[in-house]
């Protein structure tokens, strides 16, 4: 299975920025696909997720101001970031969660993108 994000970037705080993550590969089905962060010195930590049965789930701190989506085919999910906090800085990770061929769930991580947001 692979992970190909992007979106990542350089906004000022206040703005908006957009991400976007397609999985590919040898799989039964996605069972959720998310979106963790690591600011430099923190543990990673969700960002949101979304099933799929389309639920989401999102951290407490974006709230309000993220929105996690995903395409009809469930096999692409956006994070729409807006009012975006000089807190937001992370490297963002996109995450999936699949039924393997084999039968076994199992984990999948893109290569991380950058978000840097200036105060």
């Known amino acids: 299975v692979q992970l190909q994000a992007s979106g990542g970037g350089s906004v000022q705080a206040g703005g908006s920025l957009r991400l976007f993550c397609a999985a590919s590969?040898?799989?039964?089905?996605?069972?959720?696909m998310g979106w963790y962060r690591q600011a430099p010195g923190k543990q990673r930590e969700l960002v949101a997720s979304?099933?799929?049965?389309?639920?989401?789930n999102y951290a407490d701190s974006v709230i309000g101001r993220f929105t996690i989506s995903r395409d009809n085919a469930g096999n692409t999910v956006y994070l729409q970031m807006d009012s975006l906090k000089s807190e937001d800085t992370a490297v963002y990770y996109c995450?999936?969660?699949?039924?393997?061929?084999?039968?076994?769930?199992?984990?999948?991580w893109g290569q991380g993108t950058q978000v840097t947001v200036s105060s």
């Open positions: 979304i099933t799929s049965g389309g639920s989401t």
């Open positions: 590969g040898s799989f039964f089905s996605i069972i959720h």
């Open positions: 995450n999936v969660n699949v039924n393997g061929i084999s039968g076994l769930r199992k984990d999948y």
